[in-house]
């Protein structure tokens, strides 16, 4: 115990190798210590060893109190390896195996919400949000208001978010989350620009924060200040294919038309999805006005 305890400690400063020493001892000493093995684990799992992860986690048998929550960063591990497939599977078994363990059935949701499985992720929260009436959390409904956006079901999205902020006003990421749709969606963009300020506020080095704010001063007509918001936006995210089309978009307002081509080239080699590709080209070859302003996805402000 006291070996784990101060394993603990070195992996909150940071000191990987002491406190994968320290755990290693520990297990020597005693190997069926389950929550020594989710720490190894975690440690791994930050130093990109993902397979030595997920044979740490491992360790953790079937019934033990530690079961879901390894089993749950099993899936993970291999979904950050590139088998989604498998990761899936794990993550479904685990949910399955302990029904009423929040974090297993939440890191189901959220792995089928990485997958771009909407409507199950939503499909898994809903059960999880009706049970905790009596002291909700803020997070499930974010959760479940990313994936009814991507679902197409904003709506249903917007009244989610709207009840996390009820919950927890002064949170960075529902506030730019809630801020940045409505303006990209052209929708209380007066009452949007205030939010991304205060979001801005709370986390001043977060790009995409940033680039919410630039992106409400464009929808106002402000294209100077959105100059000057999404620069700052770029810096911090130079590779980000929305806040490069922004960029793009704000630069061609003022009258920087050469700029403004740059970035939308820029996006072109950014990986962007089909979307993005498509509205970056008709820019380049038609300027602003035969594409209109951008519109970009949510998520990449999240």
């Known amino acids: 115990e006291g070996l784990v305890a101060c394993a603990a400690t070195f992996a909150g400063e ?33 130093n990109q060893d993902s397979r030595g992860a997920i044979e740490a986690y491992g360790h953790v048998p079937p019934g033990a109190p530690h079961y879901a929550s390894a089993q749950s960063k099993i899936a993970w591990a291999w979904n950050d390896q590139g088998d989604k497939a498998k990761a899936l599977e794990v993550a479904r078994a685990a ?9 297993a059935q939440v890191a189901l949701a959220d792995l089928l919400r990485a997958n771009s499985q909407w409507s199950e992720s939503v ?4 059960p999880l949000i009706a049970r905790e009436t009596a002291s909700p959390d803020w997070r499930l409904f974010y959760l479940r208001a990313v994936a009814l956006d991507q679902a197409g079901r904003w709506p249903e999205a917007e ?34 620009l205030v939010m991304v ?7 001043p080095q977060s790009g995409a924060m940033l680039d919410s704010l630039g992106w409400a001063y ?9 100059v000057e918001k999404l620069e700052g936006a770029v810096e911090l995210e130079p590779g980000d294919p929305d806040v490069n089309g ?9 009258g920087r038309k050469t700029e403004a081509q740059y970035q939308w ?8 999805d089909e979307k993005q590709k498509t509205e970056a080209e008709a820019k380049l070859k038609n300027g602003l006005a035969a594409a209109g302003p951008a519109t970009t996805s949510t998520m990449a402000h999240n």
Not at 20 to 40: F, G, H, I, Q, T
Not at 95 to 103: G, N, Q
Not at 218 to 226: C, E, I, M
Not at 265 to 272: A, C, I, K, Q
């Open 159 to 192: 009244r989610d978010l709207k009840k996390a902020l009820e919950l927890n006003p002064d949170e960075p990421e529902l506030l730019n989350f809630l801020g940045y749709t409505w303006i990209d969606r052209n929708e209380h963009v007066p009452e949007a």
């Open 95 to 103: 949910a399955k195996a302990a029904p009423d363990d929040r974090d």
């Open 197 to 203: 300020q205060r979001a801005v506020l709370a986390r």
């Open 246 to 254: 922004h960029l793009g978009d704000a630069y061609w307002r003022v």
């Open 218 to 226: 464009y929808r106002l007509g402000d294209y100077k200040a959105a």
């Open 14 to 46: 940071r000191q990987t190798q002491f406190a994968l020493a320290y755990l290693r001892l520990a297990l020597r000493l005693d190997p069926n210590r389950d929550e020594a093995w989710v720490l190894v684990g975690d440690l791994l799992n930050q």
């Open 265 to 272: 080239r820029r996006v072109l080699t950014l990986e962007p």
């Open 123 to 126: 499909a898994v929260l809903d």
